[in-house]
């Protein structure tokens, strides 16, 4: 496996289509066959866990679902996702569209470039 692409779930159902389709849009750009887009269900209680399942049925079959019995919290839910990732590389990434998820484009291209890192991370200045 060569890249994981690892975030939460937890009243996401309004930007789970636009997510999915430009996270999928970034990782064919990068050129990598080989992955996962695993979301990790925090006890979401609005209906996003059922929208993800059929996204993943009709269009989008690399979309793993880890669904964990109660809200945990955010932290913990990136733990368990990234436990469970199989990707050389893991990209962890909020769904809310906050931080659009082209940026996987550059931290791929920054880690490429420098085989000395092991981490490549971004911040928002304001």
């Given amino acids: 496996?060569?890249?994981?692409?690892?975030?939460?779930?937890?009243?996401?159902?309004?930007?789970?289509?636009r997510?999915?389709?430009?996270i999928e849009k970034a990782i064919q750009f990068i050129q990598i066959e080989d992955y996962?887009?695993?979301?990790v269900n925090d006890g979401c209680p609005?209906?996003?866990?059922?929208y993800l399942l059929s996204l993943k049925e009709e269009k989008y079959p690399k979309i793993k679902i880890l669904d964990l019995s109660r809200n945990?919290?955010?932290?913990?839910?990136i733990?368990?996702?990234?436990?469970?990732?199989?990707?050389e590389l893991v990209f962890l990434i909020d769904n809310d569209l906050e931080t659009p998820p082209n940026v996987l484009v550059n931290f791929y291209k920054?880690?490429?470039?420098?085989?000395?890192?092991?981490?490549?991370?971004?911040?928002q200045n304001s």
């Avoid at 996962?36 to 979301?39: A, K, M, T």
């Fill in 79 to 87: 733990q368990a996702g990234l436990k469970e990732s199989k990707g």
């Fill in 19 to 22: 997510f999915s389709d430009e």
């Fill in 36 to 39: 996962e887009l695993i979301f």
């Fill in 46 to 50: 609005e209906g996003s866990l059922n």
């Fill in 1 to 17: 496996m060569k890249l994981s692409v690892v975030t939460t779930l937890y009243q996401s159902k309004l930007f789970l289509d």
């Fill in 110 to 123: 920054t880690i490429k470039e420098d085989n000395t890192l092991d981490v490549v991370y971004g911040y």
């Fill in 72 to 77: 945990f919290g955010h932290h913990y839910a």
